[in-house]
Nanobody, 116 residues
Framework: QVQLVESGGGLVQPGGSLRLSCAVS????????MGWYRQAPEKGREMVAFITSGGSTNYADSVKGRFTISRDIAKNTVYLQANSLKPEDTAVYYCNARSVQYGISWGQGTQVTVSS
């Protein structure tokens, strides 16, 4: 089984930054895609950003230019650098990993709250 453990969430003022981390229990190269999703209160889960095994990235329109997804292969960790945060970025952020071998895996989530 795959374990994904998120960290780095918290309370931040509008305009601030956070770096979320997702520690993976397997070599991240086995995953076709790894990404970040978020779910705000009373809303559905939405894709924020993802990175493929080849290193290609994609972002939701709402975060383009503000968020950056990256990975550290040696540490089996995926990051989400979130800058210029807005109140509407408030949500629980989930790490996601997809592979042929293990299917779809989710972390437990980390809360991000953007408020003054």
């Amino acid at each position: 089984q795959v374990q994904l453990v998120e960290s780095g969430g918290g309370l931040v003022q509008p305009g601030g930054s956070l770096r979320l981390s997702c520690a993976v229990s397997k070599n991240i190269f086995i995953f076709n895609v790894m990404g970040w999703y978020r779910q705000a209160p009373e809303k559905g889960r939405e894709m924020v950003a993802f990175i493929t095994s080849g290193g290609s990235t994609n972002y939701a329109d709402s975060v383009k230019g503000r968020f950056t997804i990256s990975r550290d292969i040696a540490k089996n960790t995926v990051y989400l650098q979130a800058n210029s945060l807005k109140p509407e970025d408030t949500a629980v952020y989930y790490c996601n990993a997809r592979s042929v071998q293990y299917g779809i895996s989710w972390g437990q989530g980390t809360q991000v709250t953007v408020s003054s």
